[in-house]
């Protein structure tokens, strides 16, 4: 069990946001408020296709400030990509940062932020707490509920020379305010719908078992469990119901409040090491890993896990058959190896997920021959 008491000091930081229908286009009134004149606009292509950065390029116009689109970001944001978009705020002399998009634009668009303004190398921050000079002002617009990049105090970019990737916490990177509108989330793909679903739920989850939980967190953590679970399935079916995108949103929301104080644990400790290695998409890796980590967990936190099985689903199963069962009625069916990983690749995983920082809140600390099992579950 976790030895801990509701009276350990902990911490909550969270930015300002503002919900509903049409926050979009509040995004000029808000970079003039915060007196950006010329504004790079983080987006990527997809984001740019379906309209989404057009229409907050139109707010920004519309407010009479000026922009520059930088739109060269890939999923898994490179360090590159990042130094590449501190090169363009610095040539276009911008005073602040919009980014419209899910989680890899949002993480891209936090490396730029600080990258400028400490004039370093992006790869140099990682770790917490380790950015000296604070960012230009930030504002966020996720078109996915799922990364929380837009709540949270975390940057994951991709190291490519070494193939893996890393974590920045530093409460410089929370946005200075989030614009949280459930339009953009009609127009993702069916697919990224459930990635980033199954990604909230994985933070709610680990976040609630996390051994830097609080009060605080904890509500936070299992109202996103519920909100998820319930809403997710059926705007999966009515992707057009603004009401069921709204209640993934607000989950993303709630996970990521929990999530970025309480931080995470084993799954996405695994998952950055899966993605940094392989490319693969960041939800999905959560979503393979889950419930294997669930079962490897248990013991260290039965009450904690119980109570999460209790809002995913009836019956006798444990709490890891339950997310088991949900994961598959949303179709993710995969195994590690169709999904194009090797078995010889696993005890490199292992070390670096045993190395990543998310691994410190785990509720049990694992030896490397057990994350190597773990990873062999999902085989
Ligand atoms: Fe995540």
Known sequence: MIQRSQLDLRKFVAPEFICGHGALRLAGRYARNFGMRHVLLVTDPGVRA?????????????????????????????????????????????????????????????????ASSNMRDILAFEGVDRVPVPAPPLICIPTTAGSSADVSQFAIITDEERKRKIAIVSKTLVPDISLLDPEPLTTMPRELTVDTGM???????????????????????????????????????????????????????????????????????????????????????????????????????????????????RGESTPAEKVAAFRRALGVTETLAEAGVREDAIPALAAAAYNDPCMVTNPRSPACDEIERIYMHAF
């Not at 602040?96 to 890899?104: A, D, E, F, R």
Request: proline share 3%; net charge negative; hydrophobic share 45%.
């Open 50 to 114: 379906a309209g989404w950065a057009e229409a907050v390029a139109d707010s920004l116009t519309e407010a009479g400030v000026s922009f520059t689109v930088f739109d060269a970001v890939s999923s898994n944001p490179r360090s590159r990509q990042v130094m590449a978009g501190k090169e363009a705020y610095l040539a276009e002399e911008c005073n602040g940062i919009v980014t419209v998009g899910g989680g890899s634009p949002m993480d891209c668009a936090k490396g730029i932020g600080i």
């Open 199 to 313: 990604d909230t739920l994985s933070h709610a989850i680990e976040a609630y078992v996390s051994n830097a939980s609080s009060p605080m967190t904890d509500v936070h953590a299992l109202e996103a469990i519920r909100l998820i679970t319930s809403a997710l399935p059926a705007a999966i079916e009515e992707p057009d119901d603004l009401d069921l995108r709204f209640s993934t949103l607000l989950a993303s929301l709630h996970a990521g409040l929990a999530f970025s104080n309480a931080s995470l644990g084993a799954v996405h400790a695994m998952a950055h090491s899966l993605g940094g290695a392989y490319d693969l998409v960041h939800g999905r890796c959560n979503a393979l890993l889950l419930e294997h980590v669930m079962a490897a967990n248990y013991e260290a936190a039965s009450d904690r896990y119980e109570r999460i099985g209790a809002i995913v689903g």
